[in-house]
């Protein structure tokens, strides 16, 4: 009587247990999207840099500026530095990502080599970027 007992109750967790996964798939299965805009009118530049320091040019800088699109900055070798709309960096390394806020003030620096690639995606005819005057 008693490993009856024990079956069904064991029978009765394995069914709730079930039920929760399946619950809990259900409601992690609840996305929804909305497409924003689907256009063919941006073009992507992508564009791989160097910067090697000189007795001309010890510091690297971009100048403060703004794009019309979000900018994806991967990092190869060394490190750089972006100030995007504040007077604090966000050091990138190697093998990092930053991703640029359009239309906010950007700043890119370093003092030692570094190899970076840029990938922009723009409003075809904008131009690439805007000087502008730094937030600091």
């Known amino acids: 009587m008693r490993v009856l007992r024990s ?17 809990a798939g259900i409601a992690v299965a609840t996305v929804t999207s ?17 910067f090697v320091p ?6 690297f800088s971009s100048g403060w500026h703004t794009h019309p699109g979000p900018v994806v900055v991967q990092v190869q070798e060394g490190y750089l530095k972006l100030y995007q709309a504040t007077c604090n960096p966000n050091v990138i390394e190697p093998g990092e990502t930053f991703i640029e806020t359009p239309d906010l003030p950007v700043n890119a620096t370093a003092n030692k080599t570094v190899k ?21």
Not at 7 to 21: E, F, S
Not at 54 to 59: G, N, T
């Open 7 to 23: 079956k069904k109750r064991w029978i009765v967790v394995g069914i709730l247990v079930l039920a929760a996964a399946v619950g």
């Open 116 to 136: 970076w690639t840029t990938s922009m995606i723009l409003p075809t005819g904008a131009a690439v970027s805007t000087p502008t005057t730094s937030p600091c």
């Open 34 to 50: 909305t497409i924003l805009t689907d256009t063919t009118s941006v073009r992507l530049r992508i564009v791989r840099s160097e």
């Open 54 to 59: 000189s007795a001309d040019q010890p510091e």
